[in-house]
């Protein structure tokens, strides 16, 4: 393992922000550290990169003690996103040549790095721009090529893509996608289930200061069982009814309810439901989404608002967080997981 994290702990005053965190990373594999806002993504990124110290536990990369040989580790390991390395009165070659230099390569090699970079990463055309007339995923971009001179061997992303269009975040996954195949161990983080999902080997679920899963997408969709079926209703009140009898988990006109995926099971419900007059509007069947996943493990749910293919719906699962977080007697992950109903079926609201 070349990141390795036990019993990681941290408080800030009295908040607690990490509550004994457990990470192992292959070497050449990608670890998603997935959560919502303030989870403590950003505090364990920073105490791996040893800029922060843990109040306990021990972090080893590449063997070496972030807490006791600091340099050693940052010689393997590159730190990019949240802040921009990127001097903007320079041009984007210069940028990366002036890395090259600190870096001790030589003139020659500072060039022929800067290029070879400057082309994998699409910005060949904008090499001679300054930075400042750079938009947002081109920034991003160089300042992942600006980590890269130095061919770390453990590459961090604290949310590569949070804030990014849709477009560019697609560039940026194929940018992070080559790193991959050169064999670069990746630890990134993110609040998105597809980014998660799209590149990730094994994902970590945090939430507040804990892990709550961790494991393979498909690992982790199978713990939430086989299929689910989802009814709709035309009320809440018989959504209600239809819960008592069934249980799963109701959001107001949604069930949600854990299925084998047979038809037979599909038509016992249905005639369970007959016999006591709660006929749902429309049913349908899916099998489990990471959204299934978070919100079944997870107390509460990462944010979307700049999430793609989303959008639609947002609103409705903002709204069931807001709810879920504002009565304690429904923290738990049964109650939370009801919310899944709202994140996954594009149901008429009417
Ligand atoms: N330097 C700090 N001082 C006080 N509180 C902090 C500090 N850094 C982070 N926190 C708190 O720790 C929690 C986790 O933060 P963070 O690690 O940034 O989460 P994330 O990156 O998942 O959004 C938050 O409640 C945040 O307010
Ligand atoms: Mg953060």
């Known amino acids: ?10 408080s800030y005053g009295a908040v607690e922000v990490l509550r004994g965190i457990d990470l192992a990373v ?14 403590g993504k950003t ?11 843990p109040d306990a536990g021990v972090v080893t990369i590449a063997g070496y003690d972030v807490v006791r040989e600091p340099t050693k580790v940052r010689g393997v390991i590159s730190l990019t996103g949240q802040y921009a390395a990127v001097d903007d009165n320079q041009t984007g070659r210069e940028n990366l040549v002036m890395v090259g230099k600190l870096m001790h390569l030589g003139r020659a090699a500072a060039n022929r790095r800067a290029d070879e970079l400057l082309e994998r990463f699409d ?3 904008a090499m001679n721009r300054r930075a400042k007339t750079y938009s947002g995923g081109m920034m991003r971009r160089l300042d992942l090529a600006m980590s890269l001179v130095a061919r770390p061997r453990v590459i961090f992303l604290d949310e590569p893509t949070t804030g990014l269009d849709p477009s560019s975040r697609l560039t940026m996954w194929d940018a992070i996608g080559e790193l991959v195949r050169d064999g670069t161990t990746i630890l990134l983080t993110t609040q998105y289930l597809e980014e998660a999902d799209r590149l990730a080997d094994r994902i970590v679920l945090l939430d507040d200061g804990r892990i709550t899963a961790s494991g393979t997408a498909d690992a982790l969709k199978s713990q939430v069982g086989g299929e689910r079926i989802e009814l709709y209703f035309a009320d809440d009140l018989t959504a209600r009814n239809a819960f008592e009898l069934l249980g799963g988990h109701t959001d107001s006109q949604l069930l949600n309810l854990p299925s084998d995926g047979s038809a037979g099971h599909l038509l016992h419900v249905l005639d369970e439901l007959r016999d006591k007059a709660l006929t749902p509007a429309r049913v349908s069947s899916h099998r489990p989404t990471l959204d ?3 919100l079944t ?9 700049t999430s793609p293919q989303t959008s639609s719906r947002e609103g409705a699962s903002r709204e069931g967080a807001s709810r879920e977080s504002a009565s304690p007697e429904n923290a738990s992950p049964e109650n939370a997981a009801s919310e899944s109903a709202s ?6 609201t009417a």
């Open 1 to 10: 393992m070349i990141v390795e994290a036990t019993g990681l702990r941290k």
């Open 26 to 39: 292959k070497e050449g594999s990608v670890l998603a550290l997935l959560g919502p806002n303030g989870a």
């Open 43 to 53: 505090t364990i990124v920073r105490i791996l990169t040893t800029l922060t110290r």
């Open 123 to 125: 910005l060949t055309a």
């Open 292 to 294: 299934d996943v978070f």
């Open 297 to 305: 493990l997870t107390a509460s749910p990462p944010s979307k608002t």
């Open 343 to 348: 994140s996954q079926t594009a149901v008429p």
